[in-house]
């Protein structure tokens, strides 16, 4: 029985920082394409950050490059996304996802596992 698991979200300040994480079990996050997506109101699902299980090759959507930062703990088996910088337009649901059958996307439709969701808003 796979399970992903986030925290992390909450109320920040704009220019503020937080950390997201995501406990996996029943699927071994080193050997799958992880991915990190939001959705904003009204808006659909959007990849914004995702890790290659072939080469650990990372992808960043232009939006949060050099702000935010994808990477996993093999031993504990957690994803992470460190978010710096952030902005209102940072707002949304965050997703975690994982899967043992691809090698790396940035498209919800790709991805078999997910987390519940976190949500985080940035305001002042």
């Known amino acids: 029985q796979w399970q992903l698991v986030e925290s992390g979200g909450g109320l920040v300040q704009p220019g503020g920082s937080l950390r997201l994480s995501c406990a996996a079990s029943?699927?071994?996050?080193?050997?799958?394409?992880v991915g990190w997506f939001r959705q904003a109101p009204g808006k659909e699902r959007e990849g914004i950050s995702a890790?290659?299980?072939?080469?650990?090759?990372?992808y960043y959507a232009d939006s949060v490059k050099g702000r935010f930062t994808i990477s996993r703990d093999v031993a504990k088996n957690t994803m992470y996304l460190q978010m710096n910088n952030l902005k209102p337009e940072d707002t949304g649901v965050y997703y975690c996802?994982?899967?043992?059958?691809?090698?790396?996307?940035?498209?919800?439709?790709?991805?078999?596992?997910w987390g519940q969701g976190t949500q985080v808003t940035v305001s002042s």
């Open positions: 890790i290659s299980s072939y080469d650990r090759s990372t």
């Open positions: 029943g699927i071994i996050l080193d050997s799958a394409a």
């Open positions: 996802a994982a899967d043992d059958s691809i090698i790396s996307s940035h498209y919800a439709d790709d991805y078999a596992y």
